[in-house]
């Protein structure tokens, strides 16, 4: 939820985002650090770690997006159309929105008949060039999206600010249940 109050804009919502993308962020930091000092990261697991994490921070993105275009009463499948786009002309938040799924969802494939949500994650990930998801799919991910910054969360948080502004200056809204 966020509130505008003489031109500004007061978001609850992407604060929460700031303040746990600084400590997913850090986290890396952390397992990156440790990486840099042990003979195998990948074997002990640390790649993987960072992997988790950056789930996480996909998750929180997404519930970033949720929560804004429900507060606006916007129909998800318009708001996740919507700039900015990525250099491959993808809209950013489609992005994040296929890789929290891709995260939560990923394990659960080989259990379900339809692959029609699998094959819409990995479309997505086609439109950025990952013709196979690969090893670490989601850091990837984020380090494509924020490129040519460092791969963090929070060089989200302007995008994020950018979709929720484009978004609050659009006319089509769910019809109301009267």
């Keep these: 939820m966020f509130l505008t109050h003489f031109n ?14 600084d400590m997913l962020d850090a986290e890396v930091e952390r397992n990156y650090q440790e990486a840099s000092t042990c003979p195998d990261p990948d074997a002990f697991g ?22 804004t275009y429900g507060f606006l009463n916007i129909e998800k499948d318009f708001a996740l159309t919507l700039a900015p786009y990525t250099a491959q002309n993808i809209p950013v938040v489609t992005i994040v929105n296929h890789a929290a799924n891709l995260w939560k969802h990923q394990d659960e494939w080989a259990l379900r008949k339809s692959t029609r949500d699998r ?60």
């Design 8 to 21: 500004q804009i007061i978001d609850y919502d992407l604060d929460l985002f700031v303040r746990i993308s």
């Design 119 to 178: 094959d819409r994650i990995l479309h997505a990930f086609a439109a950025l060039g990952y013709t196979e998801l690969g090893d670490y799919p989601l850091s990837n991910c984020l380090a494509k999206i924020c490129a040519p910054s460092d791969p963090k969360f929070r060089n989200l948080v302007p995008f994020l600010r950018q979709w929720r502004d484009t978004l609050r200056m659009t006319k089509p809204r769910r019809p109301s249940s009267h």
């Design 46 to 67: 640390i790649f993987d770690r960072m992997e988790h994490i950056t789930g996480l921070g996909f998750v929180a993105c997404q519930t970033y997006l949720a929560s």
